[in-house]
């Protein structure tokens, strides 16, 4: 099943299906919200207090706390489909040509590029601009 990783702002980088936002969508317009792929409110307070003195602390700090909220979400995932017999997509509201949403651009960094490998190693393919 592919799904696709964009901002908000690129509109061509969208895929044919629902757009689902992992980014506070303010007032655009979104068929859905997954909190559990947007960072936390603590990462992002984290990054924004480390990064006034340190960029490249305030980076590792980020990925490091996203990868971990993404791994425990995951561990939560695997099990509940071991549980219920399904796989780990199915276990996701996600359907053919969805587009996962936040703000950055795509030549900025951006946490999209991050969420595309888990959502790779579920068994998704991913089309991350």
Do not use: C
Request: net charge negative.
């Amino acid at each position: 099943m592919k799904i696709y990783l964009a901002s908000f702002l690129e509109k061509d980088n969208h895929g044919p299906g629902r757009k689902i936002a992992i980014a506070n969508p303010k007032t655009t317009k979104v068929s859905g919200v997954l909190e559990y792929f947007m960072p936390e409110n603590r990462i992002l307070n984290g990054y924004k207090a480390l990064q006034q003195s340190d960029q490249k602390l305030a980076a590792e700090f980020f990925v490091s706390s996203y990868r971990h909220q993404l791994d425990k979400f995951i561990d939560g995932l695997r099990k509940s489909a071991k549980e219920e017999n399904t796989t780990m997509m199915e276990q996701l509201p996600l359907e053919e040509g969805d587009t996962l949403l936040s703000w950055e651009r795509y030549d900025f960094t951006n946490y999209r590029s991050i969420l595309a490998e888990y959502l790779m190693d579920i068994g998704y393919d991913v089309v991350a601009r």
